[in-house]
């Protein structure tokens, strides 16, 4: 039992680390779509550098024995699309909206696609939570109809519970072709960029591309690190190290403190302070995520 502890702390250090780096993704993401950087962007910095970084390993193993068909699905789902309603909707919405409508709501929609696709019903308790989310998830959307809100942040909110579409539908495939991390992390910056670089060059919008105004290179550096090293590589190989020392029902409950750990994050770095609706919802959709997380029966 003993020769377990150092295993398991460094798997529960690991698990510890992923919110705050999740959170200040969010905010990283927030504070480059709102300068210099369009969501387009920051979406072929995302996919882009990290194609660069595992160009090796996909002239040496190709795909890793992983069906073309299968990465592309994998791409749809946490590639461009969702970083493009990620980043498009943390344009138009603040932090706590991102936190709660992307993190909040995904294990909803990753229970409907289970059911479908895996067979699996949600426990009574994980029913229970999937309530609370909605609920929680209706007071911050609520937020966005005030008088107080910035145009266009309703839009906002519906392209971030698009990204966690995208990511509960990724989520699920992992599960249902048992991917392995080797495959993930080559198959989808590389499909993603092979066909998104290309028509980002020619056809959209760009702060980066004009190079009589370029952006300042801080910028730049700060989502070239945090999108394409960090949360393309780090935090998979956070993520699959905790799993391997606590376990996955574990790790997912540590993650539902990553909304909150965003708002803090908004609010050092950012100034957003939430509405006292925002603010609520946040602590009903964490609550919701606590309880939504758990082992789904078979049909």
Known sequence: MNARLPSFAVGLGCGLVVPFIWGGWIVASRFGVLNALTPFDVTAIRVGVAAIIVLPL??????AGLPLWKGAVLSFGVGVPFALTSFGGMALAPVVHAGVLTNGVMPIFAAIIGYYWLRELPARSQI???LLI???????????FSLDAAPGQWLGDLLLIGAAVCFALYMTALRRWNVTILQAIIAVPTISSAIYIPVWLLFLPSGLLQFDNFPPWQEVALQTFYQGIIASFIVVILITRATKSLSATTVAVLLAGSPALAVLFGIALLEEVPSGLAWAGLAVTTMGMVLAVGRRART
Not at 58 to 63: C, K, S
Not at 134 to 144: K, L, N, P, T, Y
């Open 58 to 63: 996909l002239l040496t193993r190709g795909l």
């Open 128 to 130: 229970g939570g999937m």
């Open 134 to 144: 909605v609920v929680g998830g209706a007071m911050v959307g609520g937020d966005s």
